[in-house]
């Protein structure tokens, strides 16, 4: 299991610092939404080129425009790049296409998809790569878990190329290992803790638990 850890809030400076600290703690970088849409996908170069070992995800939640849009996430230097499970066919076919080309990854984000397990079934046969359950932030503030979604995709599909994403904390981890997902993805429990390497800590003890 690999942890992803998401950064909205922060700035590309606080993000570099905090790499510079604990990027020993972290699998996947990720550049989210939020701080894309403020700073631009400048904002991914400047990680990359920075800490050009570490893998960097850019949650560009493409929906239209595949080709040039993941293209232009892939120059950034965006190793893997998100799309929209409610996107059409050919745009994940566009997506997917530009990933080949440049040698990267797409992660399909399920945000908000009626139907994850059936929607992967289709994109397994694309070769897509990675699936993200993900329950949206504003829905997790009214106690909703990805938990259901993720049971339902492992008695069809196993836990390989999934990720799990929306209020995950080292409670939630514990409850989903047993489903042997594939990558965690984290925010706001650490954003939000006052000492951010004791709680990337505690989340990979929670990780390690069988």
Not at 56 to 79: H, N, P, T, Y
Request: glycine share 8%; proline share 3%; aromatic share 4%.
């Amino acid at each position: 299991m690999k942890l992803q850890v998401a950064f909205d809030l922060q700035s590309s400076n606080e993000i570099l610092n905090f790499i510079d600290k604990n990027g020993d703690l972290i699998d996947i970088i990720e550049i989210g939404t939020p701080l894309i849409m403020r700073e631009g996908i400048k904002s991914v170069q400047k990680i990359k080129k920075t800490f050009p070992k570490k893998t960097v995800l850019a949650d560009m939640k493409i929906m239209d425009a595949g080709l040039l849009e993941a293209q232009i996430g892939f120059d950034s230097g965006a190793d893997i790049i998100t799309v929209l499970g409610l996107a059409s066919k050919k745009t994940l076919s566009d997506v997917k296409q530009a990933a080949v080309e440049n040698s990267k990854q797409i992660m399909v984000d399920m945000i908000n998809h009626p139907n994850p397990e059936n929607k992967w079934n289709q994109l397994i046969n694309m070769d897509i790569g990675l699936c993200c359950l993900h329950t949206a932030n504003d829905d997790t503030k009214k106690g909703e878990t990805p938990l259901n979604d993720l049971e339902r995709f492992y008695n069809l599909h196993g836990g390989k190329n999934i990720a799990v994403a929306g209020g995950i904390n080292p409670d939630m981890i514990r409850k989903i290992n047993s489903f042997h997902p594939e990558i965690v993805i984290v925010g706001g429990y650490i954003a939000n803790s006052r000492n951010h390497r004791n709680a990337l800590e505690e989340i990979h003890r929670a990780m390690e638990l069988k």
